[in-house]
């Protein structure tokens, strides 16, 4: 099986090439692609076939690369594992001959803007930390967020009842909500086709690096869990996602926001329950049936404290000039 992975340098994509290299059930080959050369990101060692790719900000370039490398080359899945490309591939996954698993094209167009999912959250009877449009009669600490954005990117906490000077973020791409305190909890969801979920794992965040969640509690919280199973039943999102809560001191839960693809962190589930990545791979390239939520929830160790490390790899100077381009190929 030949599966192709997209921005190869990232955390959520360094951590899935992990995971699909121990897969041992199946062949796995796995391609990847970034926009540096061979060598220069520490990720396209992991990969069995690295192809240096244009930028997706290119989208006419980035297109065109990913349709050749994936028609030429038989690639059997491709999995999307950045905001970006989830909202790319919404628009050209029909023309490319790979599976790639995303959400129906108004899902991905509602939680790619954070202000609309929140809004929206709400009106299903859960729980977003309160939009603030009147900053002068309010003494509470904020936090400005950009409406489309990634993780702790995008983010500007401010105290309105000691600042002088508060950076100017009071334009259409920023929205204000209020700052809760409490403990931040992420959820790795697994669905099937439909969109129904079959795993839910809660990690509570215990510690973070440069946005990223480095060390956390794998916990059966029953009510984020109740709560995940009612916003995926009710917003189908195949495949492998993550959503995020905050709860407070008395107990309530708030939304944050829903990650349409897998996560940075995902591989911390995995550690403390099974490579899922397996049963996923044999969902939807071989259409094997996943077994039901109660089955795949007894065989994750709660309250298991998993920590994530780098590995450092040496290579020679010369590796660096055999990276592979589709596009220059292509002229």
């Known amino acids: 099986m030949r599966v ?3 921005n190869i340098h990232s955390t959520n994509s360094t951590s899935l090439v992990k995971m699909l290299k121990r897969i041992k059930k199946f062949p796995v080959e796995v391609w990847g692609t970034d926009i540096e050369k061979n060598g220069y990101i520490a990720a396209s060692n992991l990969a069995d076939k690295y192809f240096q790719s244009p930028d997706i900000d290119d989208e006419t370039t ?6 050749k490398l994936c028609n030429d080359n038989k690639i059997d899945i491709v999995f999307v594992s950045s905001d970006k490309e989830v909202r790319f591939m919404s628009k050209y996954k029909e023309q490319i001959n790979s599976i790639i698993i995303n959400p129906e094209h108004d899902i991905v167009n ?6 609309n999912a929140s809004i929206a959250l ?4 859960i729980l977003s930390p309160p939009i603030i449009k009147d900053f002068f009669n309010s003494q509470k600490k904020v936090i400005f967020r950009k409406k489309q954005s990634v993780s702790s990117l995008g983010i500007y906490i401010v105290d309105l009842s000691i600042a002088s ?3 100017n973020h009071f334009n259409n791409e920023w929205f204000a909500q209020e700052y809760i305190e409490g403990s931040t909890y992420v959820a790795d969801v697994l669905c099937d086709k439909c969109g129904t979920p079959h795993l839910i794992v809660p990690k509570k965040r215990l510690e973070i690096q440069n946005g990223s969640t480095f060390r956390c509690q794998i916990v059966k919280h029953d009510r984020i869990i109740n709560l995940c199973k009612k916003i995926y039943n009710h917003y189908k999102v195949p495949g492998i996602s993550d959503i995020e809560f905050i709860e407070d001191k008395s107990g309530n839960l708030y939304f944050i926001e829903l990650n349409m693809r897998i996560g940075g962190s995902a591989s911390e589930g995995m550690i403390a329950s099974f490579n899922y990545v397996e049963q996923y791979l044999e969902h939807f390239v071989f259409n094997k049936e996943l077994e039901p939520l109660n089955y795949y929830m007894k065989c994750v160790g709660w309250d298991s404290v998993v920590s994530r490390f780098h590995e450092e790899t040496i290579y020679h100077e010369d590796d660096l ?3 592979k381009s589709y596009v220059q ?3």
């Open 122 to 125: 709400k009106e299903l009877g």
């Open 321 to 323: 000039s055999q990276s």
């Open 110 to 115: 509602l939680f790619s803007n954070k202000y």
């Open 329 to 331: 190929k292509d002229k």
């Open 62 to 67: 980035f297109f065109t690369f990913i349709k």
């Open 165 to 167: 000077l508060i950076e």
């Open 4 to 6: 192709l992975v997209n």
